[in-house]
């Protein structure tokens, strides 16, 4: 009895234990290279199980569900894709506008997969309120971090300080969003000239 009551504490309610981290980076990681492949309502559990290389039953026994490993699986993709912290170290909106382009050059960034995946989640998100919420909170967290870039370009001088600064961010963010989708779509979109306009827009005169 002792012994199951230890097992027991070892998992948290959803019968995940400490060691399961591994398996759960592996089924979350196949997990979005499926949704961006074949479309969210397209993917399987078992098909998820198999990319990753494990058993089915391993899907049960870390998710509650296949909505919780997708949510988790676009979540997990979006904050390794574009982590937080490069965003709180930028010190100023060029610095933002380089990295919006950098993560649609095909040559730097081949993969297609987070930008499929990213319009795979918005479309589900209007569906789910738990994936709407998090990612709502993913991009308010990601929006205060260029609110300070900007304020700090506004007391430079480098941005008119007429404008406020959590609309400016909230346009930049929005338009590096936009952005991604469209370069999906045209995959001729003249990237560069947008930026350079942006960049023209956002100069102080």
Known sequence: MDKAIGQTAMRDVSGRGPGSRPTREKLTAAAAELIAEVGWGRVTT??????????????????????ELLIEACMNAFSQAVPLEEFAAMTSVDDLIGMIG??????????????????????????????????????????????????????????????????????????????????????????AGALAALRALLAQD
């Open 46 to 67: 078992r098909a998820v199980a198999e990319r990753a290389g494990l058993p089915h039953g391993a899907v049960s026994y870390h998710f509650r569900g296949k909505q």
């Open 102 to 191: 950098s993560q649609l050059d095909p040559e730097l960034v081949p993969d297609p997969i987070p930008t499929r995946l990213m319009f795979e989640a918005m479309r589900e998100a209007e569906r789910d309120d738990n994936l709407r919420e998090r990612m709502g909170a993913m991009i308010s967290q990601y929006r205060l971090a260029v609110i300070d870039v900007v304020r700090a370009d506004q007391e430079r001088g480098v941005i008119s300080a007429s404008v406020s600064a959590e609309g400016i961010a909230t346009l930049v963010t929005a338009l590096g969003d936009g952005l991604l989708l469209h370069a999906l779509l045209d995959p001729d979109l003249e990237v």
